[in-house]
């Protein structure tokens, strides 16, 4: 069970749009609809933003968007804000009632 | 809505074995549907699932850390609870309990900084 593989920065101007990548294989990223994706604020506990690859909760915002094409999951942020420069992980099912989250993005907005 | 916090000593010594406390509120370990899950985090580094107990008492370890790892619950006070046995200094970790299903972990502890030395 390997890590998910996540770019480890990306960046991108106020009002921009940016996609983090997260690849795995077809036991987990591939092999299911599970992917979800969190937000981590520095010394604070990560924060779900998306779930089941593309679904949000309640309260994120809808320019936080999902999407995955075949071992690769993948969370865009739309109309890029200051308070989105944080860390982001993303996570996915593997079987067997175990769970592998990638390495972790960190975003800057420049 | 449902809240979680993390408690347990923040120094544990090489060999010795690492316990944690998470309790509940707002909702209880024995709800259906749910499973409670220990995530730790490295100074600097990435998360990693290590595992969890379903709402039947059903326990699920990350292979890599099963041989140390236990995980239980006490439903008396709502509660849950890890022991990874046989620290070293690679489980020094900020340690994160959360409510999870099968396809999201929420809500997450604010979560507490385990450091093991001697």
């Known amino acids: 069970q390997s890590a998910l593989t996540q770019p480890r920065s990306v960046s991108g101007s106020p009002g921009q749009s940016v996609t983090i990548s997260c690849t795995g294989t077809s036991s987990d990223v591939g092999g299911y609809n599970y992917a979800s994706w969190y937000q981590q604020y520095p010394g604070k506990a990560p924060k779900l933003m998306v779930y089941?690859?593309?679904k949000r909760p309640s309260g994120v915002p809808d320019r936080f968007s999902g999407s995955k094409s075949g071992n690769t999951a993948s969370l865009t942020i739309s109309g890029l804000q200051a308070e989105d420069e944080a860390d982001y992980y993303c996570c996915s099912y593997a079987g067997s009632y175990t769970w592998v989250f990638g390495g972790g993005t960190k975003l800057t907005v420049l | 809505q449902v809240q979680l916090q993390e408690s347990g000593p923040g120094l544990v010594k090489p060999s010795e074995t690492l316990s944690l406390t998470c309790t509940v509120s707002g909702g209880s370990v024995s709800s259906g549907s749910y499973y409670w899950t220990w995530i730790r985090q490295p100074p600097g580094k990435g998360l990693e699932w290590i595992g969890c107990?379903?709402?039947?008492?059903?326990?699920y370890y990350n292979p890599s850390l099963k041989s140390r790892v236990t995980i239980s619950a006490d439903t008396s006070k709502n509660q849950f609870s890890l022991k990874l046995s046989s620290v070293t200094a690679a489980d020094t970790a900020v340690y994160y309990c959360?409510?999870?299903?099968?396809?999201?972990?929420?809500?997450w502890g604010q979560g507490t900084l385990v450091t093991v030395s001697s």
């Open positions: 107990i379903s709402y039947s008492g059903t326990t």
């Open positions: 089941e690859v593309t």
């Open positions: 959360a409510r999870s299903t099968v396809v999201k972990f929420d809500p």
